[in-house]
């Protein structure tokens, strides 16, 4: 005979999160105006829901945990996202980095809901998003060649800026047809841009509508010019490549399964989400 329980789940208020969306989603009222950017469904430590006994109809006056009551950890996290703002890029590690950063991270005696630690448990996270509303993320890297091209276009539209684009272009251009090490040359070149010249790439980007080129769409243009706006001078600034895909979740909201999985396969991100994706 199986048992019916409510569920009591964690809300995280992380700054890119909707005041409104989950709060009607839920029924709730938001008075402080708090940003409610994600609901978690599961056993994570971090932040586990809670299960009320419901006996004849109703629930009963204490709760245990989900584990508890799942009689073990479950092996996914469920996630209900509501995505104003733009996340920061997130790469997930495998499994063996991340029993070996979780590992090293507690040698160190970094707590675990410290803002240093990068390794919050020693699973690695394959994921699935399926879209409730028209929904904007960008996954992975472009091909180098694609990269270039775009250069080009910025180094004809920015002549001001040249040296800079320039700089990123031959970057790429070392090792266009090894993607990994292309790849590997171009962050290294976006990391080292001086303040300066974020400043600059920022201007010009909120400062014109769009290069004329079918290069660059319309909607990456956007999406660039989006991004300046709402993190002037920080475009390019502080972002961590694991061995897994970068992505980027921009706009609207979803349902999200943090799979932890123990057997099988990644699932690479960007061919399993629901909505656009850019590159």
């Avoid at 699935?128 to 990269?147: D, N, Q, V």
């Amino acid at each position: 005979m199986f048992n019916i329980y409510k569920l009591h789940n964690t809300i995280k208020h992380y700054e890119w999160g909707s005041s409104q969306i989950l709060p009607q989603f839920l029924g709730i009222e938001n008075s402080e105006n708090l940003p409610f950017a994600e609901m978690w469904l599961g056993t994570h430590s971090a932040g586990s829901s809670r299960a009320e006994p419901v006996l004849r109809g109703e629930a009963a006056a204490h709760s245990v945990s989900l584990a508890e009551a799942a009689e073990g950890e479950l092996s996914f996290l469920f996630k209900l996202l509501a995505v104003e703002k733009p996340l920061s890029v997130q790469a997930h590690p495998n499994k063996a980095q991340a029993e070996k950063g979780f590992k090293m991270e507690n040698k160190a005696g970094i707590a675990l809901d410290s803002p240093d630690r990068n390794y919050r448990d020693d699973n690695y996270k394959s994921e699935i998003l399926c879209a409730l509303s028209p929904f904007t993320l960008m996954a992975g890297f472009r091909e180098p060649e694609k990269i270039i091209e775009s250069l080009k276009v910025l180094i004809s539209a920015a002549p001001l800026l040249s040296e800079t684009f320039s700089r990123l272009f031959h970057s790429l251009e070392k090792n266009k047809f090894e993607d990994s090490s292309a790849l590997e040359n171009f962050l290294r070149s976006v990391f080292e841009l001086s303040e300066e010249e974020r400043e600059n790439i920022c201007s010009f980007l909120t400062s014109n509508r769009r290069a004329a080129s079918d290069v660059i769409t319309e909607k990456q243009w956007e999406l660039m010019r989006n991004l300046s706006l709402l993190y002037p001078n920080y475009l390019f600034e502080s972002f961590f490549i694991a061995s897994g895909a970068g992505c980027v979740y921009s706009f609207g909201d979803s349902p999200f399964i943090h799979k932890r999985l123990w057997r099988g396969t990644d699932v690479k991100f960007g061919q399993c989400a629901a909505g656009r994706a850019y590159k």
